[in-house]
C-alpha cells in the first residue's frame, strides 16, 4: 500500500513539474511574440494605443464574417525569400529597398493668402470619361477649375458609354461625403443640381485641353453672364500641367491624394486583399496591361496568331471614339510603344535578379489568351495572385460587374506593394507611380520598353543569350528608373501646339515640385520645408 502512495506522488510530482514548465514556456512565448514576425507581419499587429477608424471597424468586421483558404501553390514560397550565393542576403535587401526619397515630404496646405470659396456665380456639371484612372484625374483637374472660375461642382458624374460599360455611380466608387467634407474650404460641392435648374438652359463646353487659368478666367468665367449652369463634356486633360498658381496645384493634390479616397467597401476590400498579399512576404504589384482593350486600342499583335491579330483590328475600327485605326504593329514595339508581353515581363524580373519565389500580385484584368499566355511567367515565378486567388467568389461579388470598382482594388494592391512595376505606361500606371512618389517615393521601376524588345528580338534569333552578362547590363539600364525624387519632366525640345503639352510628363504622374517640399536643416539643426 505504502508503494503504490509513493508512485502516486510520484507521478503527480511530475505532472506537476510539466505543468509548470509548460506555463513557463508559454509567458516567455508571449512576451518575444515578435521575434517571431517578420517586419512585414509585425507593422500588421494592432497598436493598442490607436483607436481603429471607421474604416478599420468595417475592415475587421468584414475578415471576421469571411473566410477564405490559402491557395494551394505547386511550389510554395519561402518563408522569406534569399537569393543564391554568398551575398544572398544583401543582394536581398538590395532589390527591395526603397530608392531614397532625400527628405521629401508632402506639403500641400493652402498659402496665407488663400481664402474660402465665395457665393459662387453658377454650377459646374461634369461628366468624366474613361477609366477609373482617367476618370480620377478629370476629377480631380474639375476641382481646379470649379474653384478658378468660381463655381459650385456638382459631383460628377461617372462614364458609362466607354469600352467597359461600367454602370457605377460617384458613391459606388468613391467616398462622396468624405469628397464634399474635405474639400469645404476648397470649393463648394453638393451631389445634384437644384431642382429649379433641372430644366435650365446649359452652356456643353469641350474645354480645351491642357488650358491655363487665362483661359479659365476669361472664356468660360464669361459664360455666366448667360447661363447658370456650365457643362464640361469631357474632363481628361483639361488643365495643363505646369505654369498654374501653386495654390491651384496644391488643390489638385488635396483633391487627388486626400479628397478622392475609395467608398468604404472597396477600401474595406482592398486591405483585405492587402494583407492576404503579404501573407507571402514582401510582394511585387505587377500591371500588366495584356488585356484585349489596350492590345486592340495600341495595335499591338506581336506574337498572336493571325485569328488574333484579326479580332484586335476589328475591335479597333469598330470603336468610334478611337481616332487611329491603321496601326504598324511592328513599328509600335520597336519604339516602346506596346505593352511588355508577360514572357517578357518573365525574362526582365529575373535579369533584374528576383528569384522564383517572389511573390508577385497581377494587376489586370482578364489577361488576353488566358492561362496559356501566362505560362511563360507562370514557370518562371509560381507564386502569381491575382484578386480572383486572393479573395472568394462571395467576397468579390459586389464588385465583379464592374471594371471601375475592381480596378480600384487593383490600384489599392498597387499603390501599397514593396514594389510596382508596370508592363505599359498608361493610365493606371501613371496614376500609381504618382501616388507612391507622394506617399515617399516607394520603389517603382519603369522598364525601359524601346531597350528591351531589342534585347529580346536578339535572343529569340539566337545573336544574344541569357545570363550574369546580359542581367548586369539590364540592372544597370534600370538604376535610375525606380520611382527616385526628380521634378517633373517639362516638353520635349522642338515640339509645339498640342504635341508640345502632349510630351510633357502628366502632373499626376509626378507632383514634384508642386506638392513635395524637401527638408532642410538649418545651423540651429531646426527643420523646416523648402520647394526644390
Not at 485605326?325 to 511592328?330: E, F, L
Not at 494587376?363 to 499566355?373: F, K, L, P, T, V
Not at 540592372?475 to 535610375?480: D, Q
Request: aromatic share 10%.
Amino acid at each position: 500500500m505504502q508503494k503504490k502512495r509513493w508512485r502516486k506522488l510520484g507521478l503527480m510530482r511530475r505532472v506537476l513539474t510539466c505543468a509548470i514548465a509548460l506555463i513557463s514556456f508559454v509567458a516567455l512565448f508571449s512576451a518575444h511574440l515578435h521575434l517571431f514576425f517578420p517586419p512585414s507581419q509585425v507593422s500588421m499587429l494592432p497598436d493598442p494605443y490607436k483607436l481603429p477608424t471607421q474604416h478599420e471597424i468595417r475592415y475587421q468586421k468584414l475578415s471576421r464574417e469571411r473566410s477564405w483558404i490559402r491557395p494551394h501553390l505547386s511550389k510554395a514560397p519561402l518563408p522569406a525569400l534569399k537569393l543564391d550565393g554568398a551575398n544572398g542576403s544583401s543582394d536581398f535587401n538590395k532589390l527591395w529597398k526603397r530608392p531614397p526619397n532625400r527628405d521629401f515630404a508632402p506639403c500641400v496646405d493652402p498659402s496665407l493668402s488663400y481664402i474660402a470659396p465665395l457665393e459662387t456665380r453658377g454650377y459646374l456639371l461634369v461628366h468624366t470619361n474613361g477609366g477609373l484612372n482617367q476618370m480620377r484625374a478629370g476629377i480631380c483637374d474639375m476641382v481646379a477649375v470649379a474653384r478658378i472660375i468660381n463655381a459650385t461642382l456638382v459631383v460628377p458624374e461617372l462614364d458609362k458609354r466607354s469600352f467597359w460599360q461600367d454602370t457605377s455611380n460617384f458613391s459606388d466608387v468613391f467616398d462622396e461625403d468624405y469628397f464634399i467634407k474635405s474639400l469645404v474650404n476648397d470649393v463648394k460641392i453638393i451631389k445634384k443640381l437644384p431642382r429649379e435648374l433641372m430644366t435650365a438652359t446649359r452652356a456643353v463646353k469641350h474645354f480645351r485641353s491642357w488650358s491655363g487659368i487665362d483661359y479659365y478666367e476669361q472664356e468660360i468665367v464669361s459664360l455666366w453672364d448667360d447661363y447658370q449652369v456650365i457643362r464640361a463634356a469631357k474632363s481628361d486633360s483639361r488643365l495643363a500641367n505646369n505654369n498654374l498658381p501653386p495654390d491651384i496645384q496644391k488643390l489638385r493634390c488635396r483633391a487627388c491624394y486626400k479628397a478622392l479616397r475609395f467608398s468604404p467597401r472597396i477600401e474595406a476590400m482592398g486591405k483585405l486583399l492587402v494583407d492576404r498579399m503579404r501573407s507571402y512576404g514582401p510582394y511585387i504589384a505587377l500591371h500588366l496591361r495584356y488585356e484585349k482593350d489596350m492590345l486592340a486600342f495600341s495595335g499591338c499583335t506581336h506574337d498572336l496568331s493571325i485569328e488574333e491579330a484579326n479580332e484586335l483590328t476589328a475591335i479597333r475600327e469598330n470603336t468610334s471614339y478611337w481616332k487611329v485605326k491603321d496601326i504598324d504593329s511592328t513599328e509600335q514595339r520597336a519604339k516602346g510603344y506596346c505593352p511588355l508581353t508577360p514572357k517578357e515581363v518573365g525574362f526582365f524580373l529575373r535579369a533584374l535578379g528576383f528569384p522564383p519565389t517572389t511573390p508577385i500580385y497581377i494587376a489586370a484584368g482578364e489577361i488576353y489568351g488566358g492561362d496559356s499566355r501566362m505560362a511563360a511567367l507562370q514557370s518562371r515565378f509560381p507564386t502569381l495572385m491575382k484578386k480572383e486567388k486572393l479573395a472568394t467568389a462571395e467576397e468579390l461579388d459586389p464588385f465583379i460587374n464592374h471594371a471601375s470598382q475592381m480596378a480600384a482594388l487593383d490600384y489599392i494592391v498597387s499603390v501599397e506593394s514593396d514594389i510596382f512595376i508596370p508592363s505599359y505606361s498608361g493610365n493606371m500606371a501613371r496614376a500609381v507611380e504618382g501616388h507612391r512618389r507622394f506617399l515617399g517615393h516607394r520603389k517603382t521601376i519603369s522598364p525601359d520598353r524601346k531597350l528591351l524588345v531589342r534585347i529580346f528580338d536578339k535572343i529569340a534569333n539566337g545573336t544574344m543569350k541569357e545570363g550574369k552578362k546580359l542581367s548586369g547590363r539590364i540592372i544597370e539600364i534600370h538604376k535610375r528608373r525606380q520611382g527616385s525624387p526628380r521634378k517633373r519632366k517639362g516638353p520635349i525640345s522642338g515640339t509645339k501646339g498640342t504635341d508640345r503639352f502632349r510630351s510633357e510628363e502628366a502632373f499626376y504622374v509626378n507632383p514634384l515640385p508642386d506638392c513635395l517640399c524637401q527638408k532642410e536643416s538649418t545651423e540651429n539643426e531646426n527643420s523646416t520645408m523648402v520647394m526644390k
